[in-house]
């Protein structure tokens, strides 16, 4: 079903919706330049524990390392507000919570099954279907997270694929792979379902170790060869294995070992 305009998408969505505490605020527009700029750019007291905010389209959607993130109209491009009480040390289980959510709502949507790649990419056949940012705003003593997702749901993988200026992994799109176009209102309430559970559930009380767990049984990472950046340098070797920390350990090309921690963007206002 192809919806005609966001009015019917929130409407929709907030009958679909049986949260406690996640999306209880929900604001879709026709168009931002980012949902993750507006959120990070919201007032500590409109930052509220679980508001979303998606966007038909985004005219500069971001994506990680400072890379753009091509947006066009049919993407599932949401951002999410955590208020945390843990550590900034667990941000990296955020991210792998939320790949592990959406690959489980591809599935629970359309039967496919995805694989995930350290530390924030869902992959169908290889290719990138989804891409998870998060943003801390640390704001004196608040903790605000911003979890973006960018789903290639119904869009041509092309217009991705045609703006790669480096040598990232191909994509793909949702409705390239399941050959029919997805409904986004179902597939948004499915991901937020399971945000709340592994949220809930297994972050906020410190089951880390949980969340990795389920990451890694849906991961194909160990054993791959990569190139990552650690924030400093660019490192090329075998991934022997994700740390319970949620880094990943390295065998570099002249025997050496290096463990490689994601940091996303700490911003300080
Ligand atoms: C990545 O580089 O893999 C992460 C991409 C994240 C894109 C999403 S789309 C919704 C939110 N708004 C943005 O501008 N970026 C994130």
Redesign the pocket.
């Known amino acids: 079903m192809i919806r005609s305009n966001e009015s019917d998408f929130k409407a929709e969505l907030d009958m679909l919706l049986k949260t406690n505490r996640l999306g209880k605020i929900v604001h879709v527009f026709d168009e ?8 990070n750019k919201l007032p500590v007291k409109e930052s509220v524990n679980g508001t979303i905010v998606i ?1 038909k389209r ?1 005219k ?6 400072g ?1 753009s ?1 091509v ?1 066009p109209k049919g ?5 999410i507000i955590f208020r945390p009480g843990f550590s900034v040390n667990n941000v990296i289980f955020t991210q792998f919570m939320g790949a592990v959510a959406v690959a489980e709502a591809i599935m629970d949507v359309t039967k496919i099954r995805c694989t995930l790649k350290w530390p ?2 869902v992959l169908i056949d290889g290719k ?1 279907v ?4 998060v943003d801390v705003n640390l704001q004196g003593n608040n903790k605000v997270i911003v979890m ?4 290639n749901a119904n869009i041509e993988a092309s217009s991705v694929n045609e703006n790669l200026t480096d040598n990232s992994i191909r994509a793909t799109s949702l409705r390239k792979e399941f050959g029919n176009e997805v409904d986004l209102v179902r597939l948004t309430k499915a991901i937020v379902d399971r945000l709340e559970y592994y949220y809930y559930e297994l972050l906020s009380t410190g089951k880390t170790l949980e969340i990795l767990d389920l990451w890694k049984k849906n991961s194909d990472t160990v054993g791959k060869q990569a190139t990552v950046f650690d924030g400093n340098e660019t490192v090329a070797g075998q991934v022997i294995d994700i740390e319970q920390d949620g880094s990943l350990l390295m065998k570099l090309s002249d025997g050496s070992i290096k463990s490689v921690t994601y940091y996303s963007n700490v911003n300080f206002r």
């Open positions: 931002l330049d980012s949902t993750q700029d507006y959120v966007a985004q500069m959607g971001i994506g990680r390392i890379r993130w947006s993407g599932l491009w949401m951002s924030n990419d990138k989804c891409g998870i940012l973006g997702i960018g789903l």
